[in-house]
């Protein structure tokens, strides 16, 4: 059974691009968290989705960020107009209904140049 | 608001010397506490649940315990490649609520 799969593993963006990152969750897992790190920096919530659904969007900044998770294909966290504060590791983790315990990816490390 | 403060930032240890990692949290109302380990350049890796106050639960050389306002992480006989940064999460019962993390303990084991 193939973990939650993250990528690009790295993404090198110029300021004012727009950076996709992708997450596909464990198989039979359809709640997805993104989460974002900065360095020295604990894991920061950023939005909670389920299929076709966001949930809980709270940690996400209201302009640049959005997320989805279609019903089908894996979810996508984008950032438009990047700038270097966006600069950061993004992990994506996955869980069962019902279930608390939830399992990351690799995560994609984004640099703005 | 809830909060999760891990301490300390990073501890030394020489190979085999046993010690805790503590973990204090507030919680409106606690659904579970979660321990990972995270690696360099890695995500975390899931560790244990625990869900009420006097669990423990184990794995290999980790012991987790759980009271009502803290948890222990305890390292007995460390071994280098237990060298990680160890993340302690809680979830509020409230609704579907995600986890919030403390920064996390650095462990340096040394042979």
């Known amino acids: 059974n193939a973990g939650?799969?993250?990528?690009?593993?790295?993404?090198?963006?110029?300021?004012?691009?727009?950076?996709?990152?992708?997450?596909?969750?464990?198989?039979?897992?359809?709640?997805?968290?993104?989460?974002?790190q900065l360095p020295e920096e604990g894991l920061k919530f950023m939005v909670y989705l389920q299929k076709?659904?966001?949930?809980?969007?709270?940690?996400?900044?209201?302009?640049?960020?959005?997320?989805?998770?279609?019903?089908e294909g894996p979810s996508?966290?984008?950032?438009q107009q990047v700038v270097r504060g966006d600069s950061a590791a993004y992990f994506c983790a996955s869980s069962r209904p019902g279930v608390t315990e939830a399992f990351f990816g690799q995560g994609t490390r984004l640099t703005v140049v | 608001e809830d909060q999760v403060t891990q301490s300390p930032e990073a501890l030394?240890?020489?190979?085999?010397?046993?010690?805790?990692?503590?973990c204090s949290y507030t919680v409106s109302g606690l659904r579970g506490l979660f321990w990972y380990r995270q690696d360099p350049g890695k995500g975390p890796e899931f560790l244990f649940t625990l869900y009420s106050?006097?669990?423990?639960?184990?794995?290999?050389?980790?012991?987790?315990t759980l009271t009502k306002k803290e948890s222990f992480l305890h390292i007995t006989a460390p071994k280098p490649e237990d060298?990680?940064?160890?993340?302690?999460?809680?979830?509020?019962?409230t609704g579907n609520t995600p986890l919030v993390f403390g920064k996390g303990t650095r462990l340096s084991v040394i042979a």
């Open chain 2, 83 to 93: 060298s990680a940064t160890y993340l302690c999460a809680v979830q509020a019962s």
């Open chain 1, 4 to 36: 939650v799969m993250q990528n690009p593993r790295h993404l090198v963006r110029r300021r004012g691009q727009e950076a996709r990152l992708r997450c596909s969750p464990m198989k039979g897992h359809s709640h997805v968290y993104w989460y974002r």
């Open chain 1, 52 to 71: 076709e659904n966001i949930i809980d969007e709270s940690g996400m900044p209201k302009e640049r960020f959005s997320a989805e998770f279609p019903k």
């Open chain 2, 12 to 22: 030394r240890l020489q190979e085999g010397e046993s010690s805790s990692l503590n």
């Open chain 2, 53 to 64: 106050a006097g669990e423990e639960k184990e794995k290999e050389r980790l012991k987790a």
């Open chain 1, 76 to 79: 996508i966290l984008r950032i």
